[in-house]
């Protein structure tokens, strides 16, 4: 199993709207009026997220430094041309998707009214019941075509700024090879070269072995805490060695 850990505030937020959309995603597909009332609260999780930052802004700063980096590997040794040009391809477009959509990311969702009484209520556990918003049971009761046509109008200005994050995440992710590392009783710590900051740290782990890393880091050094992980019981520091692979992507 592998865990990932954000060292700048972009990409933690990238990381969070990419595993809100992922599981948006999943209950797209399913298409009956449960899967929807999940599939809504994680809609309205990103619209949240994507309202905290300029999120547009910080997508096109993101991958003009792609296109940045990118441009100067072209005459370099070893570089597949035909690959590198299908790369600057991708970003190209994803920059035009972006610079297309003229509001902020997210605003079709955080404006309707629909949305809006929603998100109100579910701040209050059990509040979107069918006897605290009767139009919300109702929604969910029509025609699977119908809802999933009013997801497509919420979601239109976020695809293509998912798509976006996707790209570039993939990128990030891998730009390293991953090292085989252990944690001494369960400790490890390593320091960064601040001139070429990584953006994430992945960590691999033999999901037998019942660990979870603890971790804290910026651009100058990072440090794991393994610890136990044996539900229903509270997690408690590993003082046993622990085998992983380590994988600081910079890109």
């Not at 809100?20 to 999940?38: K, T, Y």
């Not at 990311?105 to 579910?122: N, P």
């Not at 009013?150 to 994050?165: Q, R, S």
């Not at 100058?220 to 003082?239: G, H, L, T, Y």
Request: charged letters at 20%; aromatic letters at 6%; proline letters at 7%.
């Amino acid at each position: 199993m592998i865990f990932e850990h954000p060292l700048n505030e972009r990409i933690r937020t990238f990381l969070r709207i990419e595993h809100l959309f992922d599981q948006l995603q999943h209950f797209l597909r399913q298409q009956d009026a449960p899967a929807s009332r999940v599939a809504i609260m994680q809609l309205l999780d990103i619209a949240t997220i994507t309202a905290r930052a300029d999120i547009k802004n910080e997508i096109l700063k993101e991958l003009e430094r792609h296109l940045d980096i990118l441009g100067r590997l072209a005459n370099q040794p070893g570089v597949d041309p035909a690959a590198l040009e299908q790369i600057l391809s991708n970003l190209d477009d994803a920059v035009d998707d972006i610079q297309s959509i003229s509001h902020p990311v997210g605003q079709h969702a955080r404006e309707d009214e629909f949305l809006k009484a929603i998100a109100r209520r579910s701040s209050l556990p059990g509040g979107t019941c069918s006897f605290d918003l009767p139009y919300f049971q109702c929604w969910l009761n029509q025609a699977p075509e119908l809802r999933q046509a009013h997801f497509a109008h919420w979601l239109h200005d976020l695809v293509p700024a998912v798509k976006a994050i996707r790209l570039m995440l993939s990128l990030i992710r891998n730009s390293a090879s991953g090292r085989p590392m252990v944690a001494e009783e369960g400790f490890f710590q390593e320091s960064l070269n601040p001139e070429s900051p990584s953006q994430m740290l992945r960590i691999s782990l033999d999901a037998a072995l019942l660990v979870v890393p603890e971790i804290s880091g910026h651009k100058n050094r990072f440090s794991i805490r393994f610890m136990s992980a044996q539900p229903p019981e509270q997690p408690v520091p590993c003082s046993d060695d622990i085998p992983f692979k380590l994988t600081c992507c910079v890109f």
